[in-house]
């Protein structure tokens, strides 16, 4: 798949969305300042930071809209190339199923592998880049939040790697349904004149219900599974903030920690967790991607 990705796209999204947070932690860092003295240098520093990050942030969703158009159009034109110089006989030997169904199945291909360049690609470089930042910034602030951080970080993808064992299952049942839904609705469209002679009509409406009723339970198992992956990043995400931000509270009462020290460190803590959890967001995406891609493969 790799083959398909404008990669100047996809280094420029990653470049500006890291260029971006440098900029909000900069802000951060101009807040415990104006915090103790007002003045208007350091007023000056946090709004040029703020309009920074919100003009790169800017540029890397539009960079990431360019990148996921562009992907799609190159598997496109690769299904299309692929359609158009094999042999009708090839592709019923090949995917066993009509020419029609065929050309639906790569263009829903095509839609679905759109998140996984826009979306996931991105997110899965800065759900690194970002923390290893966050990281090396928090070093020089407190040791005791940099451990926090490190240890909790490593937790969080060890819960998508286990939860997106049983979404990728279920995503892969949902695919064979949609495709079983979809042949079917197919071929009954086809044959509609021998259903209708043959009396056959209300037999074929029920089928189809219970083809529809069957895609609509995957479908519903797989919205369960991402709620539950969403749910578990949340807890983990909120759980390790609020320990950080005891552990500080508690050093703060027994004057081991300066103010301006564990505030800065507890407004940058977020900013660690928030790009795995758009990963985790994005993973679903790029599980379903995945699943048809090799389906068409």
């Known amino acids: 798949m790799s083959k398909f990705t404008p990669k100047i796209f996809l280094v420029y999204t990653i470049l500006c969305e890291c260029v971006s947070r440098i900029a909000l932690v900069f802000a951060i860092f101009q807040i ?59 592709d019923r030997a090949q995917k066993g199923m009509p020419l029609q169904e065929l050309s639906l199945h790569y263009m829903k291909t095509a839609d679905l592998m759109e998140p996984w360049y826009s979306r996931f690609l991105p997110s899965a470089f800065l759900a690194v880049i970002i923390p290893c930042i966050i990281l090396s910034v928090m070093f020089f602030i407190d040791k005791l939040t940099f451990i926090i951080l490190f240890f909790t970080g490593l937790l969080l993808p060890v819960f998508l790697f286990l939860i997106g064992k049983i979404a990728k299952k279920k995503s892969e049942e949902q695919w064979q349904s949609f495709s079983k839904l979809r042949a079917f609705f197919l071929e009954s469209l086809q044959g509609y004149k021998t259903i209708k002679i043959f009396k056959k009509v209300k037999e074929r409406e029920r089928d189809l219900e219970i083809a529809e009723s069957e895609f609509g339970e995957k479908t519903f198992a797989v919205l369960k599974t991402a709620f539950l992956s969403a749910l578990v990043q949340e807890w983990a995400g909120s759980l390790s903030i609020a320990l950080i931000a005891v552990g500080l509270a508690l050093r703060l009462m027994n004057g081991s920690a300066e103010f301006g020290t564990a505030f800065l460190a507890l407004l940058i803590t977020p900013e660690f967790y928030r790009p795995i959890r758009t990963f985790g967001t994005a993973f679903h995406a790029a599980i379903n991607a995945k699943t048809a891609w090799g389906d068409v493969c």
Do not use: D
């Open 32 to 90: 415990p300042v104006l915090a103790k003295k007002f003045s208007n240098t350091h007023i000056c520093y946090f709004l040029a930071a703020v309009f920074f990050f919100a003009l790169f942030r800017f540029f890397s969703q539009k960079l990431s809209l360019i990148l996921g158009g562009k992907a799609k159009e190159n598997l496109r034109t690769y299904f299309q190339n692929k359609f158009l110089n094999t042999m009708p006989i090839q």
